[in-house]
């Protein structure tokens, strides 16, 4: 755990000290630096997807392009509200619209249901997307000698943290 010495004390690295005197100042710390990451991970997708050829999208379109590309198969708006914990149901259907309107996703009908699939050219853009990544991210990152099985554990531990902030959200909204 990354911790700042100063003056003999080793104190937690954290956004907002006054949370980290908690019970629990390694949350505050994993807070800070999950907000770090989420940032530098944002920057990341709208360059990466730029230099893929397709600029000016936000990092919520590049994440449900990809998602709507995972598998070649159709989804549904509440399919992706679902896999990314978007309650927002708008939020989403402005970017499928947007992707609609630059031809990287097309929508459809399952009975009742609208559907969203990946043209060919959204195809084409998640795979530009993906080489990039590979020759920058995936490059870089390997060269730093990170565990990849760490990396899962880490990945694994953030997704059942997830869970704990949303049945706190939910506790929070009925005080």
């Given at each position: 755990?990354?911790?700042?010495?100063?003056?003999?004390?080793?104190?937690?690295?954290?956004?907002?000290?006054?949370?980290?005197?908690?019970?629990?100042?390694?949350?505050?710390?994993?807070?800070?630096?999950?907000?770090?990451?989420?940032?530098?991970?944002?920057?990341?997708?709208?360059?990466?997807?730029?230099?893929?050829?397709?600029?000016?999208?936000?990092?919520?379109?590049?994440?449900?392009?990809?998602?709507?590309?995972?598998r070649r198969r159709e989804?549904?708006?509440?399919?992706?509200?679902?896999?990314?914990?978007?309650?927002?149901?708008?939020?989403?259907?402005?970017?499928?619209?947007?992707?609609?309107?630059?031809?990287?996703?097309?929508?459809?009908?399952?009975?009742?249901?609208?559907?969203?699939?990946?043209?060919?050219?959204?195809?084409?853009?998640?795979?530009?997307?993906?080489?990039?990544?590979?020759?920058?991210?995936?490059?870089s990152v390997k060269a730093?000698?990170?565990?990849?099985?760490?990396?899962?554990?880490?990945?694994?531990?953030?997704?059942?943290?997830?869970?704990?902030?949303?049945?706190s959200a939910r506790a929070?909204?009925?005080?």
């Open positions: 755990m990354a911790r700042k010495e100063a003056e003999g004390v080793s104190r937690p690295i954290v956004s907002a000290a006054h949370l980290a005197e908690g019970a629990m100042p390694a949350l505050s710390e994993l807070e800070f630096a999950l907000t770090v990451l989420n940032n530098g991970f944002q920057r990341w997708m709208v360059r990466c997807m730029a230099a893929a050829e397709v600029p000016g999208l936000l990092p919520i379109d590049v994440l449900i392009l990809h998602a709507v590309n995972h989804k549904t708006l509440s399919d992706l509200c679902m896999i990314f914990n978007i309650e927002d149901t708008h939020v989403v259907a402005y970017a499928l619209k947007k992707l609609k309107g630059l031809g990287l996703v097309q929508t459809g009908r399952r009975g009742k249901e609208k559907t969203v699939a990946v043209t060919d050219r959204g195809a084409t853009a998640c795979a530009r997307y993906r080489d990039v990544r590979e020759k920058l991210l995936v490059a730093t000698g990170f565990d990849p099985e760490k990396l899962s554990a880490v990945a694994e531990a953030m997704r059942s943290l997830s869970g704990q902030y949303d049945q929070a909204a009925s005080l």
